[in-house]
């Protein structure tokens, strides 16, 4: 068993030199906080920045960092002054950081940064190929690191790679203003399994793909070349046992084994014993709608004066990123704040608002979280927001309230705190009001909910998820390039195809001969190809048959002339060597009329979206509409007329961007083994290949020692898979060189 290679920019400890000598501080940061529990419970190696730059470490201080980080299971990247501006207070949190989080406004695209976000990741995928072996697991995290899945992938294809990011991913219309989206888009495509907070992240970087990238995606894989990529939402959880059992150990000490934060607390629980204490903890960051909330504070006191003197508001922002101008706009601007707020409220036994604005160690967190009565979280955006969790988790008696912000990934599954709107002051004075006399037997109702989710999805739980999930990924992943038609099985196959007496060969023409084009006529066949086939069909003992849903009138056109086999419309119609088409079923076409108007409606409400008539079958194309927008309609389309076919014998073949309705006696299937089992002589090689689900009724219906060849990467029945219309040229070739 390999080792598990956690990569992200932080690492657990951030390293600080003082006087001569280096002293770790913990990082915070849901990343960093959540991660250590992991980190620690096994054996893995986690590769980041220490949180110096090359310029800030005298020589003979060098090894020392390596001995700190050492400590923790940890090992650096070196990063100068310049990488970390570009890459960290640049490229980032000046332009993905803010974007991700909808602040559109705060986004500044430069080249430069790019540039050096792209060389910093370089760095750190580098680190990683330098440490890993084949047998590890690679796990990046975050926006910092976008690119080093694909980096990674290059050097060491074999590798598994896991990505979690823990921001929001946002909609297409935030993402698609990103200037190096595709770039960004490829990176994280390296990885195996890609993890998001919640599915509405997963939904907005799947659409993302398909209209960035256009790439197929089923259910949440992604088809890219060879490979399948994984994409599900995992939430994270805390160390929960961390948080409670600290909170029973705080609550058994003695008064003077408790902190000096503490005692002051008490003190003043103990001189105004019906006051409440709110409390909010965050990085002192704009997405955290820290100057929101100290407004929305404003707008209660102002509508509910009777609670003058009996609230108070602790505002803990640690300092973040404080070289970034937004950071330090928000700075000034909260400082004002609350000088503006106590100024205006504050009476002389009384301050409505304390305000710290330091990281501040463990203990003290716990101190504040078993001390406060409500807590009270206002992101405008967040991943996760992981402070909510913690606050429930300390709570041994099952009291206080959770006020938190709908925006933040972390409401998704704390249903039973109060939700409000961050931007809605009406509500929020409302809803403060409502914790403050909330019953403690509702409190206890609720956070008793809260804390069996909390306890039993943990993060170690979300970790083995996580890692189970890619080991799985990675299992279907081979078994799936396992499939992919090397080149050795391609010379046995050719091999058994001249060996062989009697040929028979079913070749599919749009997405297999030929790609797809905007205008179905246009997809005609290019004089390479009328060469190719030209040979195969001009063989001895080989029956060459195109089969196809195309019409037989362009079929007509474009090979009567060359004397093909020809079977179309999905097996209605067939031409053999020259002569005329017949028709192979007995079809009806009297339904037409009752479906075309429907397929009318959803022309007129698809835009992009066509009908192709063709005598014995409608298609309804929606290859050229936006793509979720055409699968939306598709389902809608699909249910439409399942309903309305109910009694006809007909059906609905959902293919390529295309649904075609027609009867049901007829297929590809059924045409292939009528050929096969009417044929007067045994066919010692039967081939077929195509790149539609209409093609899989050939698949399916042909015996089992038939050759069967999916073009593209979508799930199939046929033997092997290949990737697109040259590599089904080189086969055809194989048989006739
Ligand atoms: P983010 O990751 O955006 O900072 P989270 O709420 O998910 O937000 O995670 C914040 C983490 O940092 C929590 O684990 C919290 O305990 C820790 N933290 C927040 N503020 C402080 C602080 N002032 N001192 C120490 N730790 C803090
Ligand atoms: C968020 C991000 C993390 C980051 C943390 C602290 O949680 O998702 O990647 O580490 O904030 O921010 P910082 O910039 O100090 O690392």
């Known amino acids: 068993m390999g080792k598990t290679i956690i990569i992200s920019n932080r690492l657990p400890i951030q390293l600080q030199i003082h006087n001569g000598g280096i002293t770790a501080v913990p990082s915070v940061g849901g990343l960093a906080t959540g991660m250590k529990s992991v980190h620690s419970g096994g054996d893995s190696l986690w590769i980041g920045w220490s949180g110096l730059t090359d310029e800030d470490i005298p020589e003979e201080l060098a090894g020392d960092i390596d001995e700190a980080l050492a400590k923790h299971g940890s090992s650096k990247v070196k990063l100068t002054i310049k990488e970390v501006d570009g890459f960290y207070y640049g490229f980032s949190n000046r332009t993905i950081w803010p974007l991700f989080h909808y602040f559109l406004e705060y986004s500044e695209f430069e080249l430069e940064s790019w540039e050096i976000y792209k060389n910093v990741n370089q760095k750190f995928a ?80 799947l659409s993302s793909v398909r209209r960035i990238l256009g790439l197929e995606v089923s259910f949440n894989d992604i088809y890219l070349e060879n490979r399948i990529i994984k994409v599900d939402s995992f939430p994270m959880g805390i160390d929960y046992k961390k948080f409670s059992d600290a909170a029973k150990e705080h609550q058994q000490r003695s008064p003077e084994n408790q902190s000096e934060l503490q005692q002051r607390l008490n003190k003043h629980k103990k001189s105004t014993p019906d006051a409440k204490f709110l409390l909010s903890i965050d990085r002192l960051d704009y997405s955290k709608g820290i100057a929101k909330r100290l407004n929305a504070f404003e707008y209660f006191l102002k509508k509910y004066p009777q609670y003058k003197e009996k609230v108070r508001l602790i505002i803990l922002a640690v300092p973040s990123r404080s070289n970034v101008p937004q950071y330090q706009l928000l700075k000034k601007e909260i400082d004002e704040l609350v000088g503006r707020i106590n100024g205006e409220f504050s009476t002389v036994s009384w301050t409505p608002i304390w305000y710290f604005y330091r990281s501040m160690p463990f203990e003290n967190l716990i101190d504040l979280y078993t001390s406060c009565d409500i807590a009270w979280l206002t992101p405008i955006r967040d991943g996760m927001n992981l402070v909510a969790k913690e606050f429930i988790a300390t709570r041994t008696d099952k009291t206080g309230v959770l006020i938190l912000s709908e925006m933040a990934g972390s409401a998704n599954e704390m249903n039973e705190s109060l939700l409000i709107n961050p931007n809605n002051f009406e509500q929020i004075a409302d809803t403060i009001k409502q914790a403050i006399n909330m019953p403690i037997e509702e409190q206890q109702e609720r956070n008793n909910v809260l804390q069996k989710r909390l306890a039993r999805y943990n993060v170690e739980k979300w970790a083995n998820d996580f890692m189970t999930s890619l080991k799985n990924q990675k299992e279907k992943s081979h078994s799936y390039v396992s499939r992919n038609l090397s080149a050795n099985v391609l010379n046995s196959i050719a091999k058994d195809y001249k060996k062989a007496k009697k040929r028979l060969l079913f070749i599919d023409y749009d997405g297999t001969l030929a790609g797809f084009h905007i205008n179905p006529q246009k997809a005609s066949p290019d004089e390479e190809l009328y060469a190719l086939l030209d040979t195969i069909a001009s063989q001895e003992n080989t029956d060459m048959y195109l089969i196809s849903g195309r019409d037989k009138e362009t079929f007509t056109k474009w090979f009567l002339p060359k004397k093909y086999n020809m079977i179309v419309e999905h097996g209605v119609w067939i031409s053999r060597g020259g002569e005329d088409f017949y028709m192979l079923e007995n079809v009806k076409k009297d339904w037409m009329e009752k479906i075309h108007p429907v397929l009318e409606s959803f022309v007129d409400r698809t835009p992009g979206s066509f009908i192709e008539e063709k005598n014995y079958s409608l298609a309804w194309h929606y290859r050229n509409t936006d793509p979720d927008f055409g699968q939306k309609r598709a389902s809608e389309l699909n249910t439409v007329l399942t309903s309305l076919i109910a009694n006809d014998d007909l059906s609905v073949l959902n293919g390529n961007k295309v649904m075609e309705i027609k009867s049901s006696n007829v297929n590809k299937g059924r045409a292939a083994l009528r050929v096969n089992t009417e044929a007067t002589y045994d066919y010692d090689f039967i081939f077929a290949i195509g790149d539609d689900w209409t093609d899989e009724f050939m698949f399916q219906e042909l015996p089992e020692s038939a050759v069967t060849v999916k073009v593209g990467h979508q799930k199939t029945a046929a033997k092997y898979y290949v990737d697109g219309i040259k590599n089904v040229r080189t086969i055809l070739k194989r048989f006739v060189d």
């Open 126 to 205: 580098d680190a990683i190929v330098e440490k890993a072996n084949e047998d590890d697991t690679i796990w990046v995290h975050d926006y910092q690191l976008m690119l080093v899945p694909q980096m990674v992938k290059e050097k060491l294809p074999n590798i598994s790679i896991g990505f979690f990011l823990h921001i929001p991913f946002p909609s297409f219309e935030i993402f698609r203003t990103l200037p190096w989206r595709e770039e960004i888009l490829k990176g994280l495509l390296g990885s195996d399994l890609i993890g998001f907070h919640t599915y509405d992240y997963e939904r907005h970087f």
